[in-house]
């Protein structure tokens, strides 16, 4: 039977519509109604939708990667995700099913569970068209959504003298979440200057004042703020042998760090290494 929200002229109670759509029952006092014909189509009309969309039985898997593509768009991500491992089940080496299953998260045992199946996804690609949506897809997956938010109720939450311990934690964390998609975007496609400048991206954050650690005296960079200039070289680099849109791209987002006073120091050698 299909419950709709019908109200009982007598008591006020829902009515149950039966599987005819023409007769009702009130739930609390038991009175049959008859259903309007502008009310059956409405029924009718939800009735197919739930059918379509969120069925299975009969569906081949082309069907099953519309629904779930549906079901992506109105935000249904848990839905969504079934209707991909469904259509993977009917046909296993589907790039379209593997990339939507990996675009909702994989299996979702873990925050970066889509890692496994974006592997997947690539290596099932037919084409390099099919590698790029891959490599773009997973690109801009965000693993860490949320993860901001979960250490901001961890400091309130905690007794002050704990608070010094999740502060620290955040601090090791900053510049590092990603590392495992862009690693793994590095080893599908390590001659790609896109993938060495979200990778540097993700890193930038941890030379913001390095002048504080480099000190007046010192003649020596850091590591980690060698490690991030390095990034941004070998960006530049690739960038340079595709070229000029590549190179420019590349150059923009390091002219943006000219016009912060916390990268001062960096930007002056990263410039002074790329003329």
């Not at 079901?71 to 790039?95: M, R, T, Y």
């Not at 595709?242 to 590349?250: L, N, P």
Request: glycine content about 6%; hydrophobic content about 40%.
């Amino acid at each position: 039977m299909a419950i709709v929200t019908l109200i009982c002229e007598q008591c006020g109670g829902k009515v149950k519509v039966d599987d005819t759509h023409e007769f009702g029952v009130c739930e609390y006092c038991k009175s049959n109604v008859l259903i309007k014909s502008d009310i059956i189509q409405n029924v009718q009309n939800i009735e197919k939708l739930e059918k379509h969309v969120y069925g299975v039985e009969g569906k081949d898997v082309d069907e099953l990667i519309a629904d779930g593509n549906k079901l992506l768009k109105l935000g249904d991500e848990e839905n969504a995700n079934a209707k991909f491992k469904q259509a993977i089940d009917v046909a296993p080496k589907s790039w379209e099913a593997w990339l939507g299953y990996a675009t909702t998260g994989g299996d979702n045992s873990t925050p970066l569970s889509c890692v496994p199946a974006y592997r997947n996804t690539y290596n099932l690609a037919a084409d390099e068209l099919q590698q790029i949506e891959t490599f773009s897809d997973m690109v801009g997956y965000l693993p860490d959504r949320g993860i901001a938010d979960a250490f901001i109720r961890a400091y309130k939450d905690s007794p002050h003298q704990k608070r010094h311990e999740v502060f620290k934690l955040v601090l090791g964390v900053i510049g590092c979440d990603d590392s495992e998609i862009a690693s793994l975007a590095l080893d599908l496609r390590p001659n790609d200057w896109r993938v060495w400048l979200a990778k540097a991206k993700i890193r930038q954050i941890r030379v913001r004042w390095c002048e504080m650690e480099v000190g007046f005296f010192k003649k020596q960079l850091p590591e980690h703020v060698v490690e991030v200039m390095e990034l941004f070289l070998r960006a530049h680099q690739l960038a340079k042998s595709e070229g000029a849109e590549a190179t420019g791209a590349v150059l923009s987002h390091i002219s943006t760090m000219e016009r912060d006073e916390s990268y001062k120091v960096f930007y002056r050698e990263l410039s002074s290494r790329i003329s």
